[in-house]
């Protein structure tokens, strides 16, 4: 081997060493835990985030934040300065409703999994291994934005007293609407409150591959779920 091209070599690995630390400076890879944020992210989703030069979190964006020494995933609803509120299950924003589409049935097998192993919640009666079924819907934010949530019919927390979001602060709901733990509690690990945006630190960009089971089991990867842009 030449100078000339041992040179060349050591050059290329060091770019290729560069590109992998700034990858990692930029993007983050997280694993869902759970199931808070169906349809969108499922348990077992390997998702990377963007961690550089995110600027203020947008409405509607899936940002990764810690509260209380943990780490969340959830989607900003309110923005500093606004009014939130829950009625029948329908988001209410200054006192005007976001817009909800029928999107037909949310299907997936009653049985645990994800890293967190549990179960999901149904809104039919259903034993082991059989199909647990929730009601999709489209909603709309303002500036016509759009995405699924689940609804399991009259629950707790579909009805709210009005949330005035701070200064400095953002209002965020888990997409599962009746089986989420977010901005409607506010004693974590029960719930976060409101969510300071310096405790926002990463926007979910795409969903690289997602398992059923066990991460390392390529059978439980679940076909369609690979190089999925979050949104």
């Not at 979910?204 to 076909?223: E, N, Q, T, V």
Request: charged share 15%; glycine share 14%.
């Amino acid at each position: 081997m030449t100078r000339k091209t041992t040179i060349l070599l050591f050059s290329l690995a060091l770019l290729v060493l560069a590109g992998l630390v700034l990858g990692r400076m930029v993007y983050q890879p997280f694993w869902i835990p759970s199931g808070n944020m169906k349809p969108t992210l499922l348990p077992g989703d390997y998702l990377v985030a963007r961690t550089w030069g995110l600027g203020p979190p947008g409405r509607g964006d899936i940002v990764v934040f810690r509260s209380n020494g943990m780490t969340f995933v959830a989607r900003v609803i309110g923005m500093p300065g606004e009014e939130v509120q829950l009625v029948k299950g329908q988001v209410l924003i200054d006192g005007t409703a976001l817009p909800q589409a029928p999107a037909g049935d949310f299907q997936e097998a009653f049985v645990r999994g994800g890293p967190g192993g549990g179960l999901p919640v149904c809104r039919n009666q259903v034993t082991s291994g059989g199909i647990c079924v929730k009601t999709m819907l489209t909603e709309t934010l303002p500036g016509g934005r759009s995405y699924n949530v689940l609804d399991l019919g009259e629950r707790a927390f579909d009805n709210t007293p009005v949330f005035p979001v701070p200064a400095g602060h953002y209002f965020l709901l888990g997409d599962n609407r009746d089986n989420s733990v977010d901005s409607r509690l506010a004693t974590p690990p029960v719930g976060w409150g409101f969510v300071p945006a310096e405790a926002i630190f990463a926007r979910a960009s795409m969903i690289l591959f997602s398992s059923a089971g066990d991460l390392g089991d390529p059978g439980a990867w679940r076909d369609g779920r690979y190089f999925v842009k979050v949104r």
